[in-house]
């Protein structure tokens, strides 16, 4: 198989970055199915896909037309047949291995034996559910960065068992769709840019847990110094407060570590329980639509924030 023999993607899994992987392999020709078991969740990601688009648009990224074609070539199911003429499957599940293993049994079962199995892992290693897959050959990391069609690195990580023939297949696919890949030499949890943040995010997560400074002040420090449009906990905003919990709760399992599980017990309480996921709930670290971090005056400490 060739780059240009991918015609239908299939992504499992319609959060925030299903959505947007979706939308930016039907923006390059794609026909694309987006499946998850909740109706609800796939609501959620038309609404928001078609936000996107009309972003885009509205940014003269896409023509009117280019936009309207795009998001006819996504199809929103509930149904696992659906992939069964896929060629190309890509999963964007909560970050446990055994969901992710559980997922890639099931659609191994329908999938052609041509089918090449990719994973959107930001912390996970493919070697830990390659088996799993049944195309051990045919499986490699292929993780993309939010926004998917600003951010537009993708990361090609093979494990031991992957193919060679399929790293380059990723990687001729990746340039299709407008992305720039990034071949990893090994297996290495949170690739390169995952790896650099995270030690970013802990750093900021003890500033504002020791008293240091704000959420805020960590942000706008940040923002000035390293001339990034987002701070640390703006962008977990955009990835979403669910997403970090289930990184942190992985972190915890795997570890056994105790201070990593009562961080992110501490952390369930305080954002996920109370429904503060971020962007995608309208709070999280800030409220949205209108985050203190985008107002004019927020860099020079002028803007008027909102309370907590």
């Keep these: ?86 060629d190309l499957l890509s999963e964007s599940v909560p970050e446990d291995p055994e ?15 041509r089918t090449i199995f990719t994973t959107d892992t930001s912390t996970l290693l493919p070697s830990m559910f390659a088996a799993a ?36 297949l990723l990687s001729d696919f990746a340039r299709r769709i407008g992305q720039v890949p990034l071949v990893l030499k090994k297996e290495s949890a949170g690739y390169v840019v ?33 001339k990034m449009a987002t701070g ?3 962008s977990l905003d955009v990835v979403g407060l669910d997403t970090v919990w289930h990184i942190m709760q992985s972190k915890a399992s795997l570890s056994g570590d105790p201070e990593q599980q009562a961080a992110a017990d501490r952390f369930k309480a305080q954002y996920i329980d109370k429904g503060r996921l971020g962007v995608k709930s309208g709070h999280g670290f800030y409220t949205y639509p209108d985050p203190a971090y985008a107002r004019p005056g927020f860099l020079t400490g002028e803007a008027v924030l909102p309370a907590p």
């Design 99 to 113: 969901l992710k293993g559980r997922v890639f049994a099931q659609f191994n079962a329908i999938c052609t034996p």
């Design 232 to 234: 640390p906990f703006a």
């Design 133 to 168: 897959t049944g195309r051990p050959a045919q499986f490699a990391a292929f993780h993309f960065h939010t926004y998917v069609w600003d951010s537009n690195l993708v990361d090609v990580m093979p494990h031991p068992g992957t193919g060679p023939e399929v790293v380059q």
């Design 1 to 86: 198989m060739k780059a240009a023999d991918i015609h239908h993607v299939f992504v499992v899994g319609a959060g925030t970055m299903g959505q947007q992987i979706a939308l930016q392999c039907a923006m390059h020709g794609c026909d694309v199915n987006l499946y998850d078991l909740a109706p609800d969740a796939l609501q959620t990601a038309r609404t928001r896909i078609e936000g996107y688009a009309a972003q885009l648009a509205g940014r003269q990224r896409l023509t009117e037309a280019a936009s309207r074609q795009a998001l006819s070539r996504i199809r929103y199911t509930t149904q696992p047949e659906a992939a069964a003429t896929a």
């Design 194 to 226: 995952n790896a650099i943040l995270g030690a970013i995010n802990e750093a900021a997560f003890r500033l504002v847990r020791d008293g240091v400074a704000s959420v805020e002040d960590v942000d706008r420090a940040v923002m000035i110094v390293m």
